[in-house]
């Protein structure tokens, strides 16, 4: 006893110490000037986006169903009782707007496994489905399996898990289809405290009221009443640490190329294209949901096939009826592609000031800086007006030759295919005072090229220009020559930075959004 107490004081004293240890830690570190890292304070927009993934999904396998026998001092023979398998659950992607590329997700995403059927003819329960979200706009293509349902909107506010599914008809045509004409009365569904109780009534053709009741009771093996409704729609999952690494440090030349981290080589890519069904899927309104696989089906108790003992069937032993394993789920390999959607696509090469610009016009904080290729990501912006909405989307640089995978390559350009009108945004000070950098209407001509050559016709919707840096020294005198040179589109002279010309361009977007039909061509742009 005075042992046990001896030791208690002593592991008291230990923890005292050591919290005093750490006090007196924290209290340096709040003190000193000693620089302390703070190791999330990386930001968002510095993340490498994961804009294509590959995807092994399999629905989970259905659980066993269960062989045994009731027997009882009056049944010599036993009954066979075991009940069916559970179904296995399903992979379900899920569109949310919460996130923004496919980092959180894993390669391979499996449904539960479907519980075992048990005696007393006890159905196993069915495997839980896992629900992983995917960002709005992703497009499925499959490389190996089917997917065999369609894209569905999910309300979880509108379902009530209680209600049940499909509606029963009562009217006269329903009862008409019966074959012996018998009547069915609509089913009466009560609500209560525990779940819910349904009955029916009904008149056979020889006049004979038949009535069965049945209760629905909340509470299931695997959960309990209150998380029900929620049961399957929380499942995400977690956030895979490999892919949250590789920030963007690989960025200054601007021949650089970054690599997308999907799973697999360039290589692996070009052999995989050839077998891929294109665009099966596209999720693109938030909620929306798809089954990618399908959970097996339980195997039957030895319930399901029983024959009841009888003179004929004496040889049989007791054990003849069988119960079966359950089946595997279904397979998919799926590549999930990220295409933005927005209404304008703010389109322009690295350092045109497109992200400047996106902070101008809306409330969006995308990183600035005066070095190229600082965007990584698309970003998006709400531009609002007194009755309307407009998302904006700033797209990466684009270079000359970025078709060809130069640059961040080609894999921002399909961010534009959605995108409803381009805003070209071109930098008035790239060539003045001798710098090396592109003149303004060179640079509308290698952004249309690029559109074009990356897909034919991508640059053939509603656009206008947005001349930038208006206030740099020299700058009016090129946003001259630019309106003499590129004709049949409106030029918008901004200062990004200033937030001047802004108002403007806004009624100019909002113009542009509701009708607009200035194309901007190859033609239509003058070069030496
Ligand atoms: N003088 C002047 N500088 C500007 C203006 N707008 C942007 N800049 C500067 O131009 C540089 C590039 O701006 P960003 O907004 O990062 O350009 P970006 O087009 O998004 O660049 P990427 O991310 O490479 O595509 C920054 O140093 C900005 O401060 C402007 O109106 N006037």
């Not at 240890?21 to 340096?28: A, D, E, F, K, P």
């Not at 920030?247 to 697999?264: E, F, P, V």
């Not at 609002?384 to 270079?399: E, F, M, Q, R």
């Not at 959605?418 to 000070?429: C, E, F, M, P, S």
């Amino acid at each position: 006893m005075w042992l046990c107490r001896a030791r208690y004081l002593q592991y008291v004293e230990a923890f005292r110490k050591s919290s005093r240890l750490q006090w007196l830690l924290l209290s340096y570190s709040c003190y000193s000037d000693a620089p302390h890292k703070n190791l999330k304070s990386t930001p968002l927009q510095e993340r490498k986006m994961i804009d294509r993934f590959r995807l092994h999904v399999k629905g989970g396998v259905g659980g066993n169903g269960c062989s045994s026998f009731r027997r009882s001092r009056h049944d010599r023979h036993g009954r066979p009782d075991g009940g069916n398998g559970g179904r296995g659950g399903d992979v379900i992607l899920q569109c949310t707007a919460a996130v923004w590329d496919f980092s959180s997700l894993q390669h391979h995403i499996n449904g539960r496994k479907g519980g075992h059927g048990s005696s007393k003819n006890k159905i196993g329960s069915r495997g839980e489905d896992k629900v992983v979200t995917v960002p709005v706009g992703t497009v499925i293509h499959i490389v190996d399996g089917e997917i065999y349902s369609a894209v569905e909107k999910n309300t979880p506010g509108d379902s009530d898990p209680w209600e049940i599914p499909g509606e029963l008809t009562s009217d006269a045509s329903a009862s008409n289809q019966q074959p012996n004409s018998s009547s069915f009365n609509a089913p009466n569904v009560e609500k209560t405290e525990a779940g819910v109780d349904v009955s029916f009534s009904c008149t056979t053709s020889a006049g004979v009221k038949l009535s069965s009741q049945a209760s629905l009771i909340k509470s299931c093996s695997r959960c309990s009443s209150s998380d029900l409704q929620s049961r399957h729609l929380d499942k995400v999952s977690l956030p895979n640490d490999d892919d949250e690494t590789n920030y963007g440090n690989a960025l200054a030349a601007d021949g650089d190329k970054l690599g997308i981290d999907d799973g697999t080589s360039d290589k692996d890519w070009e052999d995989e294209e050839k077998e891929i069904q294109y665009n099966v899927a596209e999720l693109t309104e938030e909620g929306q949901q798809i089954i990618v696989a399908h959970g097996g089906e339980g195997g039957s108790g030895n319930v399901a096939s029983w024959k009841p003992f009888n003179k004929e069937n004496a040889s049989m032993d007791e054990d003849q009826p069988p119960s079966s394993a359950g089946l595997p789920g279904s397979e998919a390999v799926l590549v999930l592609e990220l295409k933005t959607i927005a209404d304008v696509g703010l389109v322009g090469m690295p350092n045109a000031g497109k992200s400047t610009l996106l902070g101008a016009i809306s409330r969006a904080k995308p990183a600035v800086s005066h070095y190229a290729f600082t965007t990584l990501r698309p970003n998006i912006g709400k531009l609002n007006y007194h009755d309307l909405s407009v998302t904006v989307a700033d797209i990466p640089g684009l270079i000359k030759g970025a078709h060809e995978n130069r640059g961040l390559g080609h894999a921002f350009l399909r961010h534009i295919e959605r995108t409803k009108v381009l805003a070209y945004v071109v930098d008035l000070a790239a060539a003045l005072d001798g710098r090396k950098g592109i003149t303004p209407w060179q640079q509308l001509k290698d952004l249309v090229l690029e559109l074009e050559c990356y897909q034919e016709g991508l640059s053939n919707r509603p656009s206008l220009v947005v001349a930038n840096k208006i206030d740099e020294v020299g700058a009016e005198s090129v946003y001259e020559e630019l309106q003499k040179r590129v004709q049949g589109i409106p030029i918008f002279p901004v200062c990004a930075i200033l937030e001047e010309g802004i108002i403007e361009l806004k009624a100019g977007l909002r113009q542009l959004v509701n009708g607009g039909e200035s194309i901007l061509s190859l033609d239509s742009i003058m070069i030496d």
